[in-house]
């Protein structure tokens, strides 16, 4: 592992407080950053704020860069316009998203999100390590599956079984009309997974 990033708040890549651990010249460097977009958050010293994170201690493997582990902390509330003000309550939203390279670079599926409870004293925490593109992407192969698979099946199935029937033509029209429907939906999931693909790689 090369570099470890976390959200503060907030749900997705925009407006999003973000630390980023990332190796440098053999030690971890700590970096208060922000994003304001589907790109690579800026440090908030670039942004006129302040840097409000001071690394403790860390420990890097010797070996194949399997993991990272570091210490560091700041103040709950910094006073910097950059920095979400971190409050002691049930439920505050973190993200996370890592990579191999030995600095920060798009993450591709190695993103998710944590819900913690900060007023515990313990470890409940709940994880919701589904993205959005997580969910699109799941959406669309059980749409697909279930549109190839079984729904174009059915105006066939009518053709051969109800072609007799007086109310045959409408009904068969109408299920028709309902697959066409399912596989415009189907296409437009896609479409809309191709675009998010497209704006969260890297500038």
Known sequence: MGWVGLGLGGTGMINVDMVTIERKNGSLAVTDRYATDYAAPQSDVDLGGNESYTLVEYELPTDDKTYIRAKFWRLLDTGDPWDTVIAK??????????????????????????????????????????????????????????????????????????????????????ISAVVGAFGTASLIIQTIICNLSNRIQPD
């Open 89 to 174: 309550e049930p439920g505050f939203l973190m993200s996370w998203a890592f990579g191999t390279s030995t600095s920060m670079s798009y993450h591709g599926d190695n993103v998710g999100m944590v819900q913690v409870d900060l007023n515990s004293t313990g470890s409940q925490e709940s994880a919701a390590r589904y993205s959005t593109m997580d969910i699109l992407t799941y959406s669309h192969k059980i749409g697909q599956t279930l549109l190839w698979g079984i729904v174009i099946d059915i105006p066939l199935l009518t053709v051969l079984f109800l072609r007799t029937w007086k109310y045959f033509a409408i009904t068969h029209a109408i």
